[in-house]
């Protein structure tokens, strides 16, 4: 553990990846690990402004807009906070980063695949998680964890399609990069959940 890691966590909402976050943070300062807990989009005055507008207005808007403010936010993240930390030896824990948007807005929303590629070439150079902890339950787990649990409406069975195409695009992701993404059930309880995750970490 000498050099500074970068690790984010992916998952659909309510998967765990903020209870997960806190725990592995814990366990990193325990150890005297300094590092730097931030999340996307968001991370900087910018990043949450635009997070705000990402994820607040109503207005629909031409997918390729939603990936370049996504990248736009994400660039600043880069610069300001995420860059100067590992230069300074700090490990980066991120809530969501660059799988989430091949998850969200190519799978979800059908953005072209290769317009994330050149955005990502563009903003990330050779930046790349050492390590991603990808959160994976069915998208009825993660929704019955953040609300309560009723029939579903129309829009949200269309929601049930977005995300299941959400779903399929984060294992595309792992199946892609198996050294990286880690693909944790999260359907199991946290306490088991953590024991994979001290086993995974104490190996980088
Ligand atoms: N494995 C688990 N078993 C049972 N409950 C869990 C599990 N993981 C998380 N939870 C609970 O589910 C809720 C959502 O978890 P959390 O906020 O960590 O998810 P998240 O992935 O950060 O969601 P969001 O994307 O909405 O921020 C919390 O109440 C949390 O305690
Ligand atoms: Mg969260």
Same mark, same amino acid.
């Given at each position: 553990?000498?050099?500074?890691?970068?690790?984010?966590?992916?998952?659909?909402?309510?998967?765990?990846?903020?209870?997960?976050?806190?725990?592995?943070? +814990?366990?990193? $300062? %325990?150890? &005297?690990?300094?590092?730097?807990?931030? !999340?996307?989009?968001?991370? @900087?005055?910018?990043?949450? =402004?635009?997070?705000?507008?990402?994820?607040?207005?109503?207005?629909?808007?031409?997918?390729?807009?939603?990936?370049?403010?996504?990248?736009?936010?994400?660039?600043?993240?880069?610069?300001?906070?995420? +860059?100067?930390? $590992? %230069?300074? &030896?700090?490990?980066?824990?991120?809530? !969501?980063?660059?799988?989430? @948007?091949?998850?969200?807005? =190519?799978?979800?929303?059908?953005?072209?695949?290769?317009?994330?590629?050149?955005?990502?070439?563009?903003?990330?150079?050779?930046?790349?998680?050492?390590?991603?902890?990808?959160?994976?339950?069915?998208?009825?787990?993660?929704?019955?964890?953040?609300?309560?649990?009723?029939?579903?409406?129309?829009?949200?069975?269309?929601?049930?399609?977005?995300?299941?195409?959400?779903?399929?695009?984060?294992?595309?992701?792992?199946?892609?990069?198996?050294?990286?993404?880690?693909?944790?059930?999260?359907?199991?309880?946290?306490?088991?959940?953590?024991?994979?995750?001290?086993?995974?970490?104490?190996?980088?």
């Amino acid at each position: 553990m000498n050099t500074a890691k970068f690790i984010t966590l992916e998952g659909m909402d309510g998967a765990g990846k903020t209870t997960h976050l806190d725990w592995i943070k +814990s366990q990193l $300062l %325990l150890s &005297g690990i300094d590092l730097v807990a931030t !999340r996307e989009p968001g991370g @900087t005055p910018l990043g949450e =402004a635009l997070r705000q507008l990402l994820l607040i207005t109503e207005e629909s808007r031409h997918p390729d807009t939603e990936a370049l403010l996504m990248f736009a936010a994400r660039r600043e993240h880069i610069a300001k906070v995420i +860059s100067p930390a $590992l %230069l300074a &030896g700090r490990w980066v824990l991120c809530d !969501r980063f660059t799988d989430a @948007t091949y998850a969200y807005q =190519a799978g979800g929303s059908s953005l072209q695949w290769s317009r994330i590629v050149q955005l990502e070439n563009w903003v990330q150079g050779d930046l790349q998680p050492d390590l991603t902890f990808y959160f994976d339950v069915p998208p009825e787990v993660g929704r019955a964890r953040t609300q309560q649990v009723r029939e579903p409406d129309r829009f949200e069975r269309e929601q049930a399609e977005f995300f299941a195409r959400v779903r399929a695009a984060y294992l595309r992701r792992a199946q892609e990069f198996p050294s990286r993404i880690q693909v944790i059930d999260a359907t199991r309880s946290i306490s088991e959940i953590q024991i994979q995750l001290a086993s995974i970490l104490s190996n980088i």
